[in-house]
Structure formats: structure tokens, C-alpha cells
């Protein structure tokens, strides 16, 4: 859906205009900057939801602005370059561009890759963590951090804590927590015993909040959300 607002960073004014002119047409609100200082207030002041960027600037390379955007943001890049050298760059540096198209290009290619671009980066982004104290876990991106620490969590590990955090503080046997974790059609040679292992070294990278994983006796395992 158009309507979403583009930087067009080019220090060429003749493919600024044709830029400008053509994705105005397609709906876009356009903001532009022909230097990387100038792109960077205006990234500020315009909040982009998309910015093209031109890689051979006066003054900040295109490389240092999309640096700096990094450190300030997640907005989408697109990477406009001219030679070959330049893609090399693009490419071999790890600048978390979304995507670069090489001069000459056309319109419509732009706009198709401006489109795909957008589409992917509008897409609903996650709930954001679940915390519990120290405890910051985002089932969607798999991340878990104990304070700013990130902790690795094996597939399985991360399976668990949701199968447990998603029952709401009540308590699941042994039985229920395999089922929930490998369905019904779960294999029966997985005892009890492998959901006991898995929760310790759960509780082992858990640190401090281990305790969150309460032994219920002669049942299984809850979730304690609150302190
Ligand atoms: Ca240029």
C-alpha cells in the first residue's frame, strides 16, 4: 500500500528528480538528501519508512550512513549503486541493508524492489518479549535474555519454557508437558526421565531465575510468573 514515506538519499540531482517524480506518482510521500549529513537530520526529522540510499556521496559514504542509521533504528535500506566495487562493498559488509539495485536501473524495477521491500519490512512485527523479572524471553524471534545477557537456548529448551509459561501457573505432569511438546503422536520410548533433564539444564541456564521452574511432587512442572 503506498502512502508510506521514502528518503531518497542522491547527490546526482537529474536521477533525484526522476526519482522523486516517479515515486510520487506511485503514491509515496518522498524526502530528499544529496549528502550523508543532510540524510542523516533528515532520517531524524522525516522518520522514513523506507530509505534509498545512493552508496558514492560527498562527505559521509553511503556505508557510514546506513552505519549510523543502524545504531539509531531498524528503518529499511535499499543501497543504490554505481560500480561494481561498490556492490562488492555492499555486499561483503555487513551493513543490514534489505536490499541494493545497481545503476542503470529501471523504474520499475526500483519500485518492485521498493514494493517487496516494504511489504516484507511492514509485516507484523513480533508481540515483543514476555518478561518474568530478569527473564525476557520473545518466543517469535527465539531470543531469550537474562538482563542484557543473551542466553542460548536449544530448540527444545525454548519449546519447554513456552509449553510451561503458556499453562498459566498451573502445574502439568510429566506426561502433559511430552505431549504438548511432541504432540500425540509423541514416541513412547521418551520417558519422564528426558523431561527431567531437560528441565534441569533449562534451570542450569536460567540462572537466577531457575526458581521460575517449580517441581510440583508427584505431579510435573509449573511456571512461576511472579516473583
Ligand atoms: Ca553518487
Redesign the pocket.
Known sequence: MAGEKLLIV???RA?LKILRYNLEREGYKVAEASDGAAALAAAKKEKPDLVLL?????GLS?FEVCKALRREGEVPVIF?T?RKEELDRVLGLELGADDYITKPFSVRELLARVKAVLKRTSAPKSAGPRRFGTLAVDFERYETRLGAKLIELTPAELKLLKVLVDADGKALSRDAVMERLYGPERSYELDARSVDQLVARLREKLGGEAARLVTVKNVGYRFRADP
Not at 54 to 58: A, G, R, Y
Open positions: 542522491e547527490d546526482e536521477l545512493d552508496v558514492m556521496l560527498p553511503g543504490l554505481a
